[in-house]
Protein backbone atom coordinates (compact mmCIF):
# COMPACT_ATOMS: atom_id res chain seq x y z
CA UNK A 1 0.00 0.00 0.00
CA UNK A 2 1.47 3.57 -1.52
CA UNK A 3 0.26 7.09 0.20
CA UNK A 4 1.46 9.89 -0.97
CA UNK A 5 2.01 11.49 2.22
CA UNK A 6 1.55 10.73 6.31
CA UNK A 7 -0.45 13.42 8.32
CA UNK A 8 0.78 13.22 11.77
CA UNK A 9 -1.74 13.19 15.06
CA UNK A 10 0.54 13.43 17.98
CA UNK A 11 -0.64 12.40 21.27
CA UNK A 12 0.25 14.22 24.72
CA UNK A 13 3.23 11.22 25.04
CA UNK A 14 6.41 10.51 23.13
CA UNK A 15 5.51 6.97 23.68
CA UNK A 16 2.62 7.17 21.13
CA UNK A 17 1.17 8.49 17.70
CA UNK A 18 -1.31 8.60 15.03
CA UNK A 19 -0.54 8.51 11.80
CA UNK A 20 -3.63 9.43 9.23
CA UNK A 21 -3.03 8.47 4.97
CA UNK A 22 -4.37 11.81 3.10
CA UNK A 23 -4.46 9.93 0.12
CA UNK A 24 -6.86 6.43 -0.82
CA UNK A 25 -4.76 2.93 -0.40
CA UNK A 26 -3.99 1.64 -3.87
CA UNK A 27 -4.85 -1.19 -4.05
CA UNK A 28 -7.73 -0.72 -1.43
CA UNK A 29 -7.88 -3.26 1.40
CA UNK A 30 -10.13 -6.25 1.53
CA UNK A 31 -11.13 -7.66 4.66
CA UNK A 32 -10.08 -11.26 5.76
CA UNK A 33 -13.11 -12.00 6.48
CA UNK A 34 -15.98 -12.41 3.32
CA UNK A 35 -19.37 -11.30 4.34
CA UNK A 36 -23.15 -12.07 2.51
CA UNK A 37 -24.46 -14.72 0.51
CA UNK A 38 -21.85 -14.07 -2.08
CA UNK A 39 -18.94 -14.95 -0.17
CA UNK A 40 -16.71 -11.33 -0.95
CA UNK A 41 -15.02 -9.43 1.37
CA UNK A 42 -15.73 -5.61 2.32
CA UNK A 43 -13.08 -3.43 0.65
CA UNK A 44 -11.50 -0.41 2.29
CA UNK A 45 -10.19 2.87 0.47
CA UNK A 46 -8.50 4.46 3.92
CA UNK A 47 -6.27 3.82 6.58
CA UNK A 48 -4.35 5.27 9.81
CA UNK A 49 -1.78 3.70 12.06
CA UNK A 50 -1.29 3.59 15.44
CA UNK A 51 2.25 3.46 16.62
CA UNK A 52 4.04 2.92 19.89
CA UNK A 53 7.11 2.50 21.27
CA UNK A 54 7.83 -1.00 22.86
CA UNK A 55 10.38 -3.33 23.78
CA UNK A 56 13.12 -1.09 22.77
CA UNK A 57 16.30 1.18 23.93
CA UNK A 58 15.85 3.13 21.46
CA UNK A 59 13.23 5.84 20.36
CA UNK A 60 11.89 3.89 17.34
CA UNK A 61 8.51 3.41 17.58
CA UNK A 62 6.61 0.38 16.51
CA UNK A 63 3.49 -0.47 14.71
CA UNK A 64 0.63 -1.73 16.84
CA UNK A 65 -2.50 -0.64 14.69
CA UNK A 66 -4.14 -0.59 11.43
CA UNK A 67 -7.31 0.85 11.08
CA UNK A 68 -9.20 0.47 8.06
CA UNK A 69 -12.39 2.68 7.34
CA UNK A 70 -14.61 2.59 4.10
CA UNK A 71 -15.14 6.26 3.59
CA UNK A 72 -13.23 9.30 5.32
CA UNK A 73 -14.87 12.41 7.07
CA UNK A 74 -14.31 15.84 7.07
CA UNK A 75 -16.15 16.38 10.18
CA UNK A 76 -15.95 13.46 12.93
CA UNK A 77 -14.21 10.98 11.62
CA UNK A 78 -14.35 8.10 13.71
CA UNK A 79 -10.52 6.21 12.46
CA UNK A 80 -8.13 8.63 14.57
CA UNK A 81 -10.48 8.38 17.59
CA UNK A 82 -10.43 4.47 17.73
CA UNK A 83 -6.52 4.95 17.36
CA UNK A 84 -6.12 7.02 19.76
CA UNK A 85 -8.17 4.78 22.22
CA UNK A 86 -6.51 1.45 21.42
CA UNK A 87 -3.17 3.14 21.73
CA UNK A 88 -4.41 4.26 25.67
CA UNK A 89 -5.65 1.16 25.95
CA UNK A 90 -2.50 -0.58 24.66
CA UNK A 91 -0.06 1.87 27.15
CA UNK A 92 -2.32 0.41 29.92
CA UNK A 93 -2.05 -3.24 29.47
CA UNK A 94 1.73 -2.81 28.40
CA UNK A 95 2.73 -0.46 31.32
CA UNK A 96 0.04 -2.25 33.77
CA UNK A 97 -0.25 -5.50 32.92
CA UNK A 98 2.88 -5.92 30.94
CA UNK A 99 1.23 -7.39 27.64
CA UNK A 100 2.03 -6.72 24.41
CA UNK A 101 0.50 -7.73 21.06
CA UNK A 102 1.14 -10.92 19.94
CA UNK A 103 4.02 -11.30 18.25
CA UNK A 104 3.26 -14.01 15.45
CA UNK A 105 0.10 -11.68 14.24
CA UNK A 106 1.31 -9.39 11.81
CA UNK A 107 4.54 -8.35 13.81
CA UNK A 108 2.22 -7.46 16.78
CA UNK A 109 0.10 -5.50 14.84
CA UNK A 110 -4.13 -5.61 15.32
CA UNK A 111 -6.05 -4.54 12.23
CA UNK A 112 -8.78 -2.90 12.71
CA UNK A 113 -11.85 -2.75 9.95
CA UNK A 114 -14.83 -0.23 10.64
CA UNK A 115 -17.46 -1.40 8.74
CA UNK A 116 -20.43 0.75 7.36
CA UNK A 117 -22.73 -2.29 6.92
CA UNK A 118 -23.03 -5.89 9.29
CA UNK A 119 -24.80 -6.63 11.75
CA UNK A 120 -24.58 -3.81 14.68
CA UNK A 121 -21.67 -4.73 17.16
CA UNK A 122 -18.50 -6.09 17.24
CA UNK A 123 -16.30 -9.04 16.40
CA UNK A 124 -12.82 -10.29 17.15
CA UNK A 125 -10.99 -13.21 14.80
CA UNK A 126 -7.66 -14.55 14.28
CA UNK A 127 -7.71 -15.02 10.70
CA UNK A 128 -5.50 -15.38 7.66
CA UNK A 129 -4.88 -12.29 5.37
CA UNK A 130 -3.93 -12.75 1.67
CA UNK A 131 -2.94 -9.20 1.36
CA UNK A 132 -0.44 -9.75 3.94
CA UNK A 133 3.08 -8.19 2.81
CA UNK A 134 5.56 -10.73 1.36
CA UNK A 135 7.56 -11.99 3.95
CA UNK A 136 5.67 -11.75 6.13
CA UNK A 137 3.65 -13.95 8.39
CA UNK A 138 -0.19 -14.37 6.87
CA UNK A 139 -1.50 -14.69 10.11
CA UNK A 140 -3.64 -11.66 11.75
CA UNK A 141 -5.01 -10.45 14.78
CA UNK A 142 -8.31 -8.69 13.68
CA UNK A 143 -11.28 -6.46 14.92
CA UNK A 144 -14.46 -5.74 12.91
CA UNK A 145 -16.64 -2.77 13.87
CA UNK A 146 -20.28 -3.04 12.34
CA UNK A 147 -22.79 -0.80 10.73
CA UNK A 148 -21.27 2.55 11.69
CA UNK A 149 -24.14 4.80 10.89
CA UNK A 150 -25.92 3.52 14.46
CA UNK A 151 -22.35 3.37 16.38
CA UNK A 152 -23.08 6.97 17.64
CA UNK A 153 -22.83 6.81 21.10
CA UNK A 154 -19.73 7.73 22.89
CA UNK A 155 -20.05 5.27 25.87
CA UNK A 156 -21.18 2.62 23.59
CA UNK A 157 -18.38 2.87 21.00
CA UNK A 158 -15.88 3.08 24.18
CA UNK A 159 -17.45 0.02 25.54
CA UNK A 160 -17.09 -2.16 22.11
CA UNK A 161 -13.39 -0.72 21.57
CA UNK A 162 -12.15 -1.49 25.27
CA UNK A 163 -14.75 -5.34 24.89
CA UNK A 164 -12.89 -6.63 21.19
CA UNK A 165 -9.93 -5.62 22.53
CA UNK A 166 -10.03 -7.39 25.77
CA UNK A 167 -10.59 -10.09 23.10
CA UNK A 168 -7.46 -9.30 21.20
CA UNK A 169 -5.49 -9.08 24.11
CA UNK A 170 -6.12 -10.65 27.29
CA UNK A 171 -5.67 -14.55 28.26
CA UNK A 172 -8.42 -16.49 27.01
CA UNK A 173 -11.22 -18.07 29.31
CA UNK A 174 -13.71 -19.64 27.68
CA UNK A 175 -16.66 -22.57 27.75
CA UNK A 176 -19.39 -20.07 28.09
CA UNK A 177 -22.93 -20.65 26.20
CA UNK A 178 -23.74 -17.07 27.38
CA UNK A 179 -23.36 -14.15 26.48
CA UNK A 180 -19.97 -15.38 24.75
CA UNK A 181 -17.82 -18.31 24.62
CA UNK A 182 -15.09 -16.34 25.81
CA UNK A 183 -15.12 -14.09 28.60
CA UNK A 184 -12.16 -12.20 27.57
CA UNK A 185 -14.15 -9.60 25.91
CA UNK A 186 -16.39 -8.59 28.79
CA UNK A 187 -13.47 -8.65 31.03
CA UNK A 188 -11.21 -6.01 29.29
CA UNK A 189 -14.21 -3.08 28.98
CA UNK A 190 -14.93 -3.66 33.04
CA UNK A 191 -11.59 -4.31 33.58
CA UNK A 192 -9.80 -1.61 31.41
CA UNK A 193 -12.60 1.43 32.70
CA UNK A 194 -12.41 0.36 36.00
CA UNK A 195 -8.92 1.93 35.87
CA UNK A 196 -8.95 4.45 33.55
CA UNK A 197 -12.01 6.05 34.42
CA UNK A 198 -11.18 7.06 37.80
CA UNK A 199 -7.23 8.19 36.97
CA UNK A 200 -6.84 12.12 37.58
CA UNK A 201 -5.08 12.36 34.18
CA UNK A 202 -8.19 11.53 32.62
CA UNK A 203 -8.74 13.01 28.99
CA UNK A 204 -11.83 12.35 26.74
CA UNK A 205 -10.03 12.29 23.56
CA UNK A 206 -7.77 9.18 24.80
CA UNK A 207 -10.94 7.62 25.54
CA UNK A 208 -13.66 8.23 22.25
CA UNK A 209 -14.56 11.71 23.80
CA UNK A 210 -16.78 10.48 26.61
CA UNK A 211 -16.56 12.57 29.12
CA UNK A 212 -15.26 11.24 32.96
CA UNK A 213 -18.77 11.49 34.76
CA UNK A 214 -19.91 9.62 31.95
CA UNK A 215 -17.27 6.66 31.57
CA UNK A 216 -17.54 6.28 35.87
CA UNK A 217 -21.31 6.37 35.91
CA UNK A 218 -21.16 3.11 33.54
CA UNK A 219 -18.20 1.39 35.69
CA UNK A 220 -20.46 2.15 38.69
CA UNK A 221 -23.50 0.87 37.19
CA UNK A 222 -21.76 -2.26 35.14
CA UNK A 223 -18.99 -3.25 36.45
CA UNK A 224 -18.53 -2.30 40.58
CA UNK A 225 -21.64 -4.57 40.98
CA UNK A 226 -19.33 -7.87 40.06
CA UNK A 227 -16.33 -6.94 41.88
CA UNK A 228 -18.53 -6.04 45.35
CA UNK A 229 -20.12 -9.89 44.67
CA UNK A 230 -16.66 -11.57 44.57
CA UNK A 231 -15.19 -9.39 47.21
CA UNK A 232 -18.23 -10.64 49.59
CA UNK A 233 -18.02 -14.69 48.42
CA UNK A 234 -15.68 -16.79 49.73
CA UNK A 235 -12.96 -17.63 47.16
CA UNK A 236 -13.27 -21.37 45.96
CA UNK A 237 -13.85 -23.50 42.62
CA UNK A 238 -17.65 -23.92 43.13
CA UNK A 239 -18.19 -19.73 42.87
CA UNK A 240 -17.20 -20.27 39.05
CA UNK A 241 -18.91 -23.30 38.09
CA UNK A 242 -21.41 -23.48 35.47
CA UNK A 243 -21.65 -22.06 32.01
CA UNK A 244 -23.73 -18.65 31.98
CA UNK A 245 -23.73 -15.16 32.65
CA UNK A 246 -23.82 -15.71 36.20
CA UNK A 247 -20.36 -17.26 35.81
CA UNK A 248 -18.92 -15.97 33.46
CA UNK A 249 -19.71 -12.37 35.95
CA UNK A 250 -18.10 -14.57 38.84
CA UNK A 251 -14.71 -14.82 37.20
CA UNK A 252 -14.94 -10.98 35.46
CA UNK A 253 -15.09 -10.07 39.46
CA UNK A 254 -12.96 -11.68 41.02
CA UNK A 255 -10.18 -9.95 39.05
CA UNK A 256 -11.96 -6.89 39.21
CA UNK A 257 -11.95 -6.97 43.13
CA UNK A 258 -8.34 -8.15 42.65
CA UNK A 259 -7.04 -4.96 40.51
CA UNK A 260 -8.77 -2.45 42.89
CA UNK A 261 -7.71 -4.03 46.22
CA UNK A 262 -4.13 -5.22 45.35
CA UNK A 263 -3.22 -3.37 41.32
CA UNK A 264 -3.22 -4.17 37.81
CA UNK A 265 0.65 -5.72 38.10
CA UNK A 266 -1.44 -8.38 40.61
CA UNK A 267 -3.63 -9.33 37.98
CA UNK A 268 -1.71 -9.60 35.14
CA UNK A 269 0.36 -12.21 37.34
CA UNK A 270 -2.85 -13.69 38.58
CA UNK A 271 -4.08 -14.58 35.13
CA UNK A 272 -0.57 -15.40 34.10
CA UNK A 273 -0.09 -17.80 36.61
CA UNK A 274 -3.65 -19.41 36.48
CA UNK A 275 -3.84 -19.66 32.83
CA UNK A 276 -7.26 -21.09 31.13
CA UNK A 277 -9.70 -22.20 33.77
CA UNK A 278 -11.55 -19.56 36.12
CA UNK A 279 -11.67 -22.47 39.08
CA UNK A 280 -8.34 -21.74 40.09
CA UNK A 281 -8.21 -18.13 40.29
CA UNK A 282 -8.39 -17.72 44.16
CA UNK A 283 -5.45 -20.52 44.52
CA UNK A 284 -3.80 -18.27 41.94
CA UNK A 285 -3.98 -15.38 43.62
CA UNK A 286 -2.92 -16.79 46.82
CA UNK A 287 0.11 -18.31 45.03
CA UNK A 288 0.84 -14.37 43.41
CA UNK A 289 1.14 -12.80 47.36
CA UNK A 290 2.51 -15.86 49.16
CA UNK A 291 5.58 -13.67 49.33
CA UNK A 292 4.11 -10.63 50.54
CA UNK A 293 4.60 -9.93 54.64
CA UNK A 294 2.88 -6.54 54.65
CA UNK A 295 -0.27 -5.02 52.25
CA UNK A 296 -2.31 -1.58 52.57
CA UNK A 297 -5.80 -2.84 50.68
CA UNK A 298 -8.30 0.20 49.60
CA UNK A 299 -11.85 -0.20 50.93
CA UNK A 300 -14.25 1.04 48.58
CA UNK A 301 -17.49 2.82 51.07
CA UNK A 302 -19.96 0.47 49.64
CA UNK A 303 -17.90 -2.79 51.22
CA UNK A 304 -17.26 -0.95 54.47
CA UNK A 305 -19.25 -3.29 57.58
CA UNK A 306 -19.57 -6.19 55.19
CA UNK A 307 -17.45 -9.25 55.06
CA UNK A 308 -15.00 -9.27 52.82
CA UNK A 309 -11.94 -11.89 51.86
CA UNK A 310 -8.45 -11.54 51.01
CA UNK A 311 -5.40 -14.25 51.20
CA UNK A 312 -4.82 -15.01 54.77
CA UNK A 313 -0.91 -13.75 54.91
CA UNK A 314 0.43 -14.09 58.48
CA UNK A 315 0.45 -10.76 60.22
CA UNK A 316 -2.03 -8.21 62.29
CA UNK A 317 -4.40 -6.46 60.44
CA UNK A 318 -5.47 -3.32 61.26
CA UNK A 319 -8.68 -1.04 59.70
CA UNK A 320 -10.84 -4.17 60.39
CA UNK A 321 -11.83 -7.03 62.71
CA UNK A 322 -11.09 -10.23 61.49
CA UNK A 323 -14.23 -12.79 61.62
CA UNK A 324 -12.77 -16.23 60.55
CA UNK A 325 -10.23 -17.72 58.50
CA UNK A 326 -10.78 -20.94 56.07
CA UNK A 327 -8.53 -22.30 53.76
CA UNK A 328 -5.98 -19.89 53.72
CA UNK A 329 -8.56 -17.43 52.82
CA UNK A 330 -9.29 -14.52 56.45
CA UNK A 331 -12.91 -13.03 56.73
CA UNK A 332 -12.71 -9.24 57.46
CA UNK A 333 -14.97 -6.90 58.28
CA UNK A 334 -13.75 -3.22 57.34
CA UNK A 335 -14.24 -0.04 59.13
CA UNK A 336 -11.47 2.42 57.72
CA UNK A 337 -10.90 3.76 54.68
CA UNK A 338 -7.53 1.06 54.06
CA UNK A 339 -7.12 -2.31 55.47
CA UNK A 340 -3.40 -2.62 56.65
CA UNK A 341 -1.52 -6.32 57.55
CA UNK A 342 2.06 -5.79 58.86
CA UNK A 343 4.04 -8.49 60.23
Known amino acids: MIASALAWLLLDTPKTEVRQLDSPLKPVKKSPLKFTDK ?14 QAWSSTNELQLRFRIFAQDR ?8 SVAKTLLHLWKFNYDELKIDHK ?32 GG ?47 NGFLGEKLFLSELCNRKDYD ?3 LMGVPQAECQAWVRDKARPLMFKAAQTF ?11 SAMNQYIGYLLWVQFAFSPKVVSRVMKINGSQAGTLP ?24 LIWLPDIPGTWSGAKVRLRKKGFVGLVPSADIVRLRP
Open 204 to 206: PET
Open 283 to 306: ESLKECVSDVSSMDIPIHIDLKGK
Open 137 to 183: SSKVNTIYIYDLPTFKERMEQLREVAHEYGHATLPAVGGYDYPEYWA
Open 73 to 80: KVHSDLSP
Open 235 to 245: PNAEMFKGKGE
Open 39 to 52: NIPFEFEWMSEGYA
Open 103 to 134: PDYSRSCIDVYLCWSGQPGGEHLFDEDPQAPR
